[in-house]
């Protein structure tokens, strides 16, 4: 086999449910040369990101640290070190990565229930009460951000409720961190879990992760080992704690580069990046909807980082896709499980959440819906936008 010729990937506009555009200062800061996992240059750059993730949480925390791996390993990292063999567990599961958290939680043996919510749906918080008042599970986790469906799950008064009956929270936040609202500590949430290649800014790769100081109190009560060498936070927090104890080689260029996305997130101010994010959720969502389509999450549930909307029937999702890849070097997200082939979801996460963005992809996505017969005024999802900016 001849050697491959210098790497040159095709330039493209990734628009899909993650990864997203890199930010360019965090493509600098990669460049930078490494360190070693226990210099004691590195040390304080890991001191330096907790505290920006912290921030980022709105949490005090003292275990709150990237996880050396992608968003799924916080799922199973928060997952393993909560639940033990016998233990009573429910997972909320109304879209694709409710089925994830049912798959890790099912290998730890626990007992598990599941509570079902058609997909686009979120869960009502008086169901929850109840379930949590029969069952008394010792964990409860949901998704926060359904990225397989668009929506977003209220869960402001779910810690405290879940705290009513002694139930631990466990909430996937990956396309949630630096999007949209997410208060660890007012909340009440327990353990929280992440990425870095969706509001973050970031390649993917590593997983931040938080753990209240009831978390931290249930994995000292365990009884038996965590399922997870690599996971097991008991010997992780040495490495990122005061011990500094050799753990695992860490990946030192992600590092720079999610204190950079964190860097950045802070300079805006989180307050001032949900706006961002809802701000340009609005100009599209009035662009897609003046292009005829419809959103699958109900009004005031929608993400404004992931809009997930219907294929128009009797048009192919794929073909759609392929020419927006093709002809204009945009990737958009098609349906998982339920949704497949029915929905496309199109990410407006991080860097990627401008009106240059917003108006790039509604232009686009409008001539290939011409192109396969869809009857649109031309021009009708830019001027909608611009409609939305220009009364902002």
Known sequence: MPIP?????PQRLLLGPGPSDVHPRVLSVMSTPLLGHLDPAFLEIMLETQQLLRDAFLTKNSLTLPISATGMAGMECCLVNLIEPGDKVVVCFKGFFGQRMIDVASRTGAQLTVLDQPWGEVFDLNRLRET?????????????????????????????????????????????????????DEWELDAVYSCTQKGLSCPPGL??????????????????KVQSWYFDMTMIRQYWGSDRAYHHTAPITMNYAIREGLRLLHEEGLEARWKRHEQNHKALKAGLTALGLKYSAKEGNQLPQLNAVFVPSGVDDLTVRKRLLNDFGIEIGGGLGDFKGKIWRIGLMGHNSRPAVVFTILAALEQCLRGVGVKINSGAGVAAAEEVFAGS
């Open 207 to 224: 997983s931040p992760v938080t753990f209240s100081p009831r978390a931290e109190e249930a994995m000292t009560r365990r009884k038996t």
């Open 5 to 9: 010729g210098q790497l040159n990937p």
């Open 132 to 184: 949590l008042k029969t069952i008394r599970p010792k964990v409860l986790s949901i998704v926060h951000a359904e990225t397989s469906t668009g929506a977003l799950q209220p869960i402001a008064e779910l810690g405290k409720l879940c705290h009513e009956f002694d139930t631990l929270l466990v909430v996937d936040a990956v396309t949630s961190l630096g999007c949209v609202p997410l208060k660890v």
